[in-house]
């Protein structure tokens, strides 16, 4: 929903001494036109919504062609600044500024009432830069005649108008008063250059010398509503183009495995904290280097915004050129932290990462930890944790794997906490046959029922051994257990969940599998 702006106060110009006072008939000289009683509430442009008839108590206006009507107000406000209009049911008398240079006063606009008996205000401007003062936000629709000319006294310099174009002050009112219903005046045998008028911007338009109270009245309200209409189906049709862009773009972010000609299985599971977003201020990537080594790394900007979500989509796509560039380790953490001090909005801005390079024949691998958990890796044996005994009871065929997280021990701190930081690298062995898990702290940081207890890594452990009992495995797996932590949590998880499986098996065919 747009913020409403705050409205101007309209400062009539006899109250600001710029003009003097129209007297009412019959009324005393110098009192203002059509001035509301005090405490009276007004009535606004809803109250047309039923139209202005001649059984209203409107009466019947001027006759065409005499002199206009003394009861029309002239009001001039002095701000010159254009804010957004009114809404037709604000409860404000309605009000419509004319536009139109005719010193014969051949065109009279009759006295409108609206059908509460209130009248509607008419300002009058003689050109462009008259009808700039005039537009303020009170203002509801616009009356141009099409006969104005295109220069006319008092224009200001520069105008951007085209004077051979028939239409140029119609357009240049359109730019004037984009928010405006605008209701354009012709002649009654140009009704060709009026129906033109509609397709330039016009919400309709209306013949000078047939101008009565009811058909003025019903014509106003019309463009208010379809202007209102207009409006709100544009905004809308933006808001879904901008939604749909920006899913483009998030979708577009999330990382591709390359991993062409490796025998490793991949599967990811990504859920961001942020609601209806679709990327979050984790992250992660997996890449296969030339020489055969498969390098895996997942990440966690602290918090979980659209400014953290950006930042570390530029911490992964930087992860993936130094590590295509032959960094590793050490080296590669110090320049990400770097990246990390230029790119992020203030010093408190901080990245946990868990990087992971697997040797070509994938029997061992590199683990560098920098403020992150340690990962959790999958080996046939037997099973352990507390459903160890009943599991394997109930399958005497196969034996359940055996799952423990890997050494952390040699945790640096996270990147951008120290500047002359270092992150050790830990050699690990993984044997012939593994599953390596790695995963962010939104997936641990869920409560356990009612308690107020975390699920933290042992729970996440014995998490993962009850669903390995069950026999899954790779996406069903990942999938199993992010449902089940939000079970647990009684609810969705409020942090950014990230999660990726390597899995090494020859029993299988490789195969890359994509993302969630």
């Not at 037709?88 to 009432?113: F, H, K, Q, Y």
């Not at 972010?253 to 979050?280: C, I, K």
Request: glycine share 10%.
């Amino acid at each position: 929903m747009p913020v409403p702006v705050p409205r101007q106060r309209v400062i009539p110009a006899v109250e600001s001494g710029q003009a003097p006072a129209v007297p009412e008939p019959g009324g005393p000289p110098g009192q203002p036109p059509h001035s509301s009683t005090p405490g009276q509430p007004p009535h606004g442009p809803a109250a047309c919504e039923s139209g202005v008839d001649s059984g209203s108590g409107s009466g019947p206006g001027p006759v065409p062609g005499h002199p206009r009507g003394r009861g029309a107000e002239k009001v001039a406000d002095m701000s010159t600044e254009v804010r957004t209009v009114a809404p037709a049911d604000s409860g404000t008398n309605l009000t419509v500024l004319l536009i139109e240079d005719d010193p014969s006063g051949s065109l009279s606009v009759p006295e409108l009432l609206d059908p509460a008996g209130k009248p509607i205000k008419v300002r009058t401007a003689r050109n462009l830069t008259e009808a700039g003062r005039l537009l303020t936000d009170d203002v509801h629709c616009i009356l141009l005649d099409l006969a104005l000319p295109a220069r006319t006294q008092g224009a200001p310099a520069g105008d951007p108008v085209v004077v051979d174009d028939e239409l140029a002050v119609l357009k240049h009112v359109l730019l004037l008063a984009p928010r405006h219903a605008v209701l354009a005046l012709t002649a009654s045998g140009d009704a060709e250059r009026g129906a033109e008028a509609v397709r330039v911007g016009a919400q309709d338009y209306l013949f000078r010398d047939e101008l009565d109270a009811r058909l003025l009245s019903r014509a106003i309200r019309y463009a208010v509503e379809r202007k209102r209409s207009d409006t709100a189906e544009r905004r809308l049709t933006e808001s879904r183009l901008r939604a749909q862009e920006n899913a483009r773009l998030e979708r577009g972010l999330l990382p591709t495995p390359l991993l062409e000609g490796s025998p490793l299985r991949f599967a990811a599971r990504y859920r961001p904290g942020r609601s209806r977003a679709l990327l979050g201020g984790d992250f992660y990537d997996t890449v296969r280097t030339p020489d055969g080594t498969v390098h895996a790394m997942i990440g966690d900007v602290c918090g979980h915004g659209p400014d953290e979500a950006a930042l570390g989509v530029e911490l992964r796509i930087a992860w993936r050129a130094l590590t295509f560039a032959g960094l590793c380790g050490d080296e590669l953490l110090s320049t990400l932290q770097q990246v990390l001090e230029h790119e992020r909005e203030s010093d408190e801005i901080f990245a946990t990462l868990c990087t992971v390079d697997i040797a070509p024949d994938g029997r061992s691998a590199g683990l560098c930890l920098a403020g992150h958990p340690a990962p959790l890796v999958v080996r046939p044996g037997p099973a352990q944790g507390p459903d160890a005994a009943p599991v394997a009871a109930a399958t005497t065929a196969r034996t359940a794997p055996a799952a423990e997280l890997l050494p952390y021990d040699n945790n640096g701190p996270a990147l951008g906490l120290l500047p002359d930081a270092r992150w050790p690298r830990t050699q690990i062995t993984l044997g012939d046959a593994w599953s390596l898990m790695l995963y962010t702290d939104g997936l641990i940081e869920g409560h356990v029922g009612d308690s107020g207890e975390r699920l933290g890594q042992d729970g996440m452990v014995d998490l993962i051994r009850r669903l390995l009992a069950q026999g899954l495995h790779g996406e069903d797996l990942l999938r199993a257990a992010v449902n089940e932590a939000r079970h647990l949590n009684g609810g969705e998880l409020t942090d950014d969940v990230a999660v990726l499986l390597l899995d090494r098996d020859r029993d299988r065919e490789p195969a890359v599998a994509g993302n969630d």
